[in-house]
């Protein structure tokens, strides 16, 4: 299993690297146009202007997957620093408990809130909310999954005395 776990990870953070960094680029380019259009056309155009939250939001969110993929989330280094190999596996498998305790939470009340909210349609392109907070529960199941595979992966090696 966890040769296979791997690669799928891997394409997925990939393939979220290369969404995240397409939505950059393209709020970069929508932005200079939206620019160009209000200075020089004297015509701005509403329509941008959502489509960029729109990518705002998925990169932030997506980002957050990542960032806990690659462990670059905020930690106690100070703390952890001091801490023996076996207390740093302990606190890890109660810290990646409490998280998957919370994403578990959100997850499952995030897709009511996404049902609540994603009929909405926003003002100007008339686009539903759906494609707005859908991230937010594609990316929360992403990190309840990604510390489910991190959790097994303390416990098999705990036991294995690595």
């Given at each position: 299993?966890?040769?296979?776990?791997?690669?799928?990870?891997?394409?997925?953070?990939?393939?979220?690297?290369?969404?995240?960094?397409?939505?950059?680029?393209?709020?970069?380019?929508?932005v200079f146009y939206q620019v160009i259009m209000r200075k020089v056309f004297n015509s701005p155009l509403g329509w941008v202007e959502e489509?960029?939250?729109?990518?705002?939001?998925?990169?932030?969110?997506?980002?957050?997957?990542?960032?806990?993929?690659?462990?670059?989330?905020?930690?106690?280094?100070?703390?952890?620093?001091?801490?023996?190999?076996?207390?740093?596996?302990?606190?890890?498998?109660?810290?990646n408990s409490m998280v998957l305790t919370l994403l578990l939470v959100v997850v499952v009340y995030g897709a009511d809130f996404i049902n609540?909210?994603?009929?909405?349609?926003?003002?100007?392109?008339?686009?539903?909310?759906?494609?707005?907070?859908?991230?937010?529960?594609?990316?929360?199941?992403?990190?309840?999954?990604?510390?489910?595979?991190?959790?097994?992966?303390?416990?098999?090696?705990?036991?294995?005395?690595?």
């Amino acid at each position: 299993m966890g040769d296979r776990v791997l690669r799928i990870r891997k394409i997925i953070v990939r393939l979220i690297d290369f969404t995240g960094c397409s939505l950059l680029l393209s709020i970069a380019l929508l932005v200079f146009y939206q620019v160009i259009m209000r200075k020089v056309f004297n015509s701005p155009l509403g329509w941008v202007e959502e489509i960029v939250r729109i990518f705002l939001v998925w990169i932030s969110f997506l980002g957050s997957y990542v960032a806990l993929h690659n462990k670059q989330h905020l930690l106690m280094s100070l703390i952890i620093d001091k801490l023996t190999e076996k207390k740093k596996r302990i606190l890890s498998l109660i810290t990646n408990s409490m998280v998957l305790t919370l994403l578990l939470v959100v997850v499952v009340y995030g897709a009511d809130f996404i049902n609540q909210m994603g009929n909405i349609q926003m003002p100007v392109t008339g686009i539903k909310n759906f494609y707005v907070f859908g991230v937010m529960w594609i990316s929360l199941f992403l990190m309840l999954l990604e510390t489910i595979f991190e959790e097994y992966h303390l416990i098999s090696n705990m036991r294995n005395g690595r």
